[in-house]
């Protein structure tokens, strides 16, 4: 059974920067997808970023300019930088694994940006 587990939420001020990291346990391959997705309250779950195995990555339009998506292949663990936090930044953050048919979502870390 994978499970994602996310860390680094949190408060933070606006124009500060923040780093989470997601984990994957219980998988003994390289997972082809991670990312991350947000959901603000009242609005839909939304893309923030992805990379692939290979390392292409993909990224949401509000954030693609101030966050960078990072992994380390043999600990099956994504990493999201983001710089430059807005309030509207502010949302759970979900981390997201795809590989071939299969999809797993971790529980959500909470990210406020804040003063």
């Known amino acids: 059974q994978v499970q994602l587990v996310e860390s680094g939420g949190g408060l933070v001020q606006p124009g500060g920067s923040l780093r989470l990291s997601c984990a994957a346990s219980?998988?003994?391959?390289?997972?082809?997808?991670m990312g991350w997705y947000r959901q603000a309250p009242g609005k839909q779950r939304e893309l923030v970023a992805t990379?692939?195995?290979?390392?292409?990555?993909n990224y949401g339009e509000s954030v693609k300019d101030r966050s960078t998506i990072s992994r380390d292949n043999a600990k099956n663990t994504v990493y999201l930088q983001m710089n430059s936090l807005e309030p509207e930044d502010t949302a759970v953050y979900y981390c997201?694994?795809?590989?071939?048919?299969?999809?797993?979502w971790g529980r959500g870390t909470q990210v406020t940006v804040s003063s």
């Open positions: 990379i692939a195995i290979g390392g292409s990555t």
């Open positions: 997201h694994a795809k590989h071939f048919v299969s999809t797993y």
């Open positions: 219980g998988v003994s391959f390289s997972i082809g997808l």
